[in-house]
């Protein structure tokens, strides 16, 4: 005998779980609608502050913040399983997803209090914030595509014209690389092409901000070495390719593709193709090179070499009778290697360090680029250098140094050198926000550029310092991107982003790189998630940044990985590229994917279009 209810009696069943999650959940929306309103009135003193254009923004906010001050898991789940409208896409629109899910709850006709933001309304204000601060939509995406200018951007216009017209919606320049005098010239190069090829391009500085850097080591030797291509046997295959170059200009060496040795120009100009250039390399080892190409256009001569050759600084070079030495070379960088237990004395200042291997006597020293760090840093803290490749604990301070205990590294050591980040993400770090060394970035961007970048913020007051600068500059209409990379950046979020919506256009950008070694790894994707609800609460419009095809960008082939990764970027209004030989490449892919997600997708809230990737059956 069948024991299926009827369908009257499951109607009858579900009426009743409604009725029951109703009556419960009634008192739980009526709470929640006061804990909104309550946070809104305690921070009406900041709300009075913020820029009129950003008010209801702020708003929304904290209504955003009071709601996730509360765990509603038991709620999301009585709500699910009655097919009901969640609360998990409520972000741009908090108080009206509220107010509207206890309206069918109770089924009562839904009244928004005037004022409050509607649906269509919270979603229109992130699309009115993200055209004021990045300016016109690219037709067919949403999210603007936005690329590191490289060194090479300040002399090479055609190279920027290309980026242009591949899709680059914004340039940045970043004002830890370079100078004033590179910086003008690739604005002017970026204006230009948005000129001529009638697209929008902005112009975004990027503030070096307060890093912390190793100091220098002492300089290696001027040596180069050469070595052919070998098979298994350690028989040679293919030569060694390098070029001879004009020893007074020091474009060539930057712009050069292989190795290469600078000699005198009256020695270059009377090379030619097949002429053979003997040497003896530091070893003591007769070599033999023979030039390949020559062009006396650029001042360059090709060669080539079939044994492995060291070459150094004042090395004599002879063609027949016509014998030069070779120019200065580079210095070979010197480097600590550390293995966990090694210890570090990070000193205030000094003279260049000598480099230190595991396994000699002493421990390795190294200077810091900011003096106030040792005023900050405790006993116990932990202590990153390079980009996470070494982590430690501090074991003791004084005034002008301290210890720190390598805890972490590779099993066969890690390479320290200078010039190489340093991260404290438990240090309460009391560094001045803007030195004099950020006044030229600042002042040229308050005359030429669309946006500053602020690096490195820590709290609330680092927006103030950043606002009081530019206002000192008569700067107005200058957007603000608030780059999200420290530990104490992003647990002091929303007080970030209440003062800098004092100002009209303000963006987030998730600066993954440094944030990810602040933060952990494992913790990474968990932190980005919470930073665009947090900006997508606020209106606000985010940034997705760092190594983002960067593999492509750097060899030209991507990997799976970094593909879903560019994909899920269309949840940003913009996606940044660093450089790469290959970057051109990398923002037409980047233009196509985002693109085709456009298609499917909107921030969090799938379009449905109509799916035809599967045979009909």
């Not at 946070?39 to 003193?45: C, E």
């Not at 270059?268 to 097949?274: D, E, M, S, Y």
């Not at 005034?399 to 200078?418: C, E, M, N, Q, Y």
Request: some cysteine; proline content about 5%.
């Amino acid at each position: 005998m069948s024991t299926s209810s009827s369908p009257s009696e499951r109607s009858a069943k579900w009426t009743k779980e409604r009725s029951t999650v109703s009556e419960r959940a009634d008192a739980e929306f009526i709470a929640l609608e006061r804990d909104l309103e309550s946070l809104v009135a305690r921070h009406s003193k900041d709300l009075d502050l913020v820029n009129t254009l950003h008010r209801a923004d702020a708003i929304n906010l904290l209504h955003y913040l009071a709601l996730r001050r509360h765990d509603e898991r038991g709620l999301q789940k009585r709500l699910t399983e009655l097919g009901l409208s969640s609360l998990g896409r409520c972000e741009a629109h908090v108080m009206a997803s509220v107010m509207s899910i206890h309206a069918m709850l109770c089924a009562k006709e839904l009244e928004l209090p005037e004022g409050t933001l509607t649906f269509r309304a919270g979603r229109a204000a992130l699309d009115v914030n993200t055209d004021a601060l990045f300016g016109a939509r690219p037709k067919g995406r949403v999210p603007r595509i936005m690329v590191t200018l490289d060194t090479e951007c300040a002399a090479d216009y055609r190279f920027v014209r290309q980026l242009v017209t591949s899709g680059m919606d914004v340039a940045r320049i970043n004002g830890a690389h370079d100078g004033p005098a590179q910086w003008e010239s690739m604005i002017s190069h970026v204006q230009r092409a948005a000129a001529e090829t009638d697209r929008h391009c902005s112009v975004i500085m990027d503030m070096a901000g307060p890093k912390l850097r190793t100091g220098p080591l002492e300089c290696g030797p001027q040596v180069m070495r050469l070595r052919p291509r070998r098979d298994v046997r350690g028989r040679p295959i293919s030569p060694a390719i390098f070029e001879f170059g004009s020893a007074r200009n020091p474009v060539a060496r930057a712009t050069s593709s292989v190795p290469l040795v600078p000699v005198p120009d009256e020695w270059l100009r009377r090379r030619n193709a097949g002429d053979e250039i003997r040497l003896t390399d530091t070893r003591g080892a007769p070599r033999l090179a023979r030039i390949v190409q020559s062009s006396r256009l650029d001042g360059r001569a090709r060669a080539e070499l079939w044994d492995t050759t060291y070459l150094e600084t004042g090395v004599t070079l002879s063609c027949g009778e016509d014998i030069t030495a070779i120019g200065s070379l580079p210095h070979i960088g010197q480097y600590h290697l550390l293995l966990p237990g090694d210890s570090v004395t990070v000193i205030c200042d000094g003279d260049a360090s000598s480099p230190w291997h595991h396994g000699q006597p002493g421990t390795a020293e190294i200077a810091c680029s900011l003096t106030s760090v040792f005023s900050s840093v405790r006993v116990g803290e932990r202590i990153l250098f390079d980009d996470g490749k070494l982590s430690g604990v501090i074991e003791s301070v004084e005034s002008d140094r301290f210890v720190a205990r390598i805890t972490d590294a590779p099993d066969r050591g890690a390479k320290l050198r200078s010039e190489k980040g340093i991260n404290l993400p438990d240090t309460d770090l009391r560094a001045p926000f803007i030195t004099d060394a950020d006044l030229p970035l600042l002042e040229l961007a308050a005359r030429r550029a669309n946006m500053l970048s602020l690096s490195f913020l820590r709290t609330g007051d680092d927006v103030d310092v950043a606002r009081n600068e530019l206002a000192r500059l008569d700067v107005k209409g200058l957007g603000i991107v608030l780059k999200i990379e420290t530990q104490a950046g992003f647990s002091n979020l929303p007080a970030i982003l209440l003062r800098a919506m004092r100002s009209p256009a303000v963006g987030v950008m998730i600066a993954r790189g440094d944030l990810a070694i602040e933060v952990g790894y494992a913790r990474l994707a968990e932190v980005q998630e919470e930073i665009l609800w947090l900006a997508e609460a606020a209106h606000l419009p985010v940034v997705w940044a760092t190594e983002v095809l960067d593999r492509l960008a750097r060899t030209g082939r991507p990997s799976r990985a970094e593909i879903t990764d560019a994909a899920m970027a269309q949840r940003a209004e913009c996606v940044m590229l660093n450089k790469g030989p290959h970057v051109v490449d990398a923002v037409r892919q980047l233009d196509d994917i985002l693109r085709r997600m456009a298609r499917h997708q909107r921030k969090t809230i799938p379009l449905l279009r109509p799916l035809h990737s599967w045979a009909d059956f």
